[in-house]
């Protein structure tokens, strides 16, 4: 507006060179007063609008009041896939994942754009499928927790004092009996349960977002190629990350606590209630870095793995992944396992010892990154590797019970 009323006085200007100031004034009463008609109907326009924008809104909110739900959400998910057509034009840059060049800041930037249309128009069919995962997961949690609880307390003592495997479950076992190897189980029993419902609900959920992305391009394929099923696994990894982080480290502090007359915490409400005492909320999710970066590389090769595998058994087989025997099932698990824990053990490492770190002037570690540089500078390579049998030992049985429940459960529910 401002460049049109400058243009006019330049126009006026030239105007009166040759006719005068009479002309001039006409000329600039003319381009004011065009310009002000202009702006009032641009206010009677944008408050006409408002207003039928306000109507709108109401008839809309009548109109869905009768008219039947899936009707509304047909028509949500309509808009969503129009404002999705436009966003798609925007494309990030390709990335590359583990020396791969993977295009993965397309897929998730894609993916998340399209989240508003597939919740709305797959609600139906995915809710059915992520629901019976989630049940399945709790089942698969409870699982994990029973066959790798004493594997577990074997692990975080290696890692926090370290030692051999034998020599610390001996010690174990003779210095606090064979109930010790299930200390501090009741916040896994339970966090577990919830993270299992969590990791395999949100792989499901996340599968199904590529699969109906691999649809709606025309291709048929029912498999997704392994990157899409990392990234799958590593977003529930990161959805589980929430609750895994502070489950664990109220699990570490119970398993590594003095026993007797030393014993700091009586049972995991109270431990949670001292750390917030003494470093508030950021306590309780002390070690959430290396815990976030744990899950998504872990799960993602983990999910990946037993996709991966199934998938083999079923082509050698000639057979449907229903029909694969449970033992087939607990094998290609047990096999996800150890992908997932050579993955993943270096964060694992670091991630324990944050968590069983000292409050105050007892703290060893400032931050993830400190513990990185001193287990390095300290302990080189091998510092990373702590732990990394007795977690091999456990992930082999305990995937395989995990997966192999997951899958009986799933036929369970149909």
Not at 76 to 86: P, Q, S, T
Request: proline share 4%.
């Amino acid at each position: 507006m401002v460049e049109d009323w400058v243009n006019q006085f330049g126009y006026g200007v030239i105007v009166a060179a040759g006719l005068g100031a009479p002309a001039v004034y006409a000329t600039a009463w003319l381009g004011w007063r065009k310009h002000w008609d202009d702006h009032e109907l641009a206010v009677r326009k944008d408050k006409r609008e408002k207003e039928e924008a306000g109507e709108y809104e109401k008839k809309a909110k009548k109109a869905a009041e009768k008219v039947d739900q899936d009707v509304v959400l047909r028509g949500v998910a309509e808009e969503a896939r129009k404002l999705e057509g436009i966003w798609h034009r925007s494309v990030p840059s390709p990335t590359w994942l583990l020396g791969v060049k993977t295009n993965l800041a397309q897929t998730v930037f894609h993916t998340i754009i399209s989240l508003p249309s597939q919740i709305v128009s797959k609600q139906l069919d995915m809710v059915s499928e992520t629901t019976r995962d989630t049940i399945a997961g709790a089942a698969g949690g409870v699982a994990q927790v029973l066959i790798g609880q004493p594997f577990d307390i074997v692990k975080v003592r290696l890692q926090t004092s370290g030692g051999s495997g034998l020599a610390v479950a001996r010690n174990i076992w003779l210095k606090e009996g064979p109930l010790a190897f299930y200390k501090g189980s009741l916040p896994p029993l339970i966090g577990i349960s919830i993270c299992g419902s969590i990791q395999f609900g949100a792989f499901q959920y996340f599968r199904q977002l590529f699969q109906n992305r691999q649809s709606r391009a025309g291709n048929s394929k029912d498999s997704l190629p392994i990157w899409q099923l990392f990234v799958a696994g590593g977003g529930a990894g990161l959805a589980n990350s929430v609750i895994s982080g502070p489950v664990e480290h109220i699990r570490i502090r119970l398993q590594t606590q003095p026993s007797g007359s030393g014993k700091l915490y009586n049972g995991p409400i109270d431990c949670a209630r001292k750390i917030y005492q003494q470093a508030g909320i950021a306590g309780i999710f002390r070690g959430q870095v290396a815990t976030m970066v744990r899950e998504f590389y872990g799960f993602g090769a983990w999910f990946a793995s037993y996709e991966v595998f199934v998938s083999l058994l079923t082509k050698m087989d000639n057979k449907s992944r229903s029909e694969l025997p449970s033992w087939k099932i607990a094998i290609c698990g047990g096999l996800a396992g150890e992908v997932n824990w050579l993955l993943a053990n270096p964060f694992d490492v670091i991630k324990s010892r944050l968590q069983s770190d000292g409050f105050g002037e007892g703290r060893k570690y400032k931050n993830t990154r400190d513990a990185v540089l001193k287990t390095w500078k300290i302990q080189g390579f091998g510092g990373f590797m702590e732990g990394l049998g007795p977690s091999l030992l456990r992930a082999l049985p305990v995937s395989a019970g995990i997966f192999a429940t997951v899958e009986i459960v799933r036929t369970i529910i149909g």
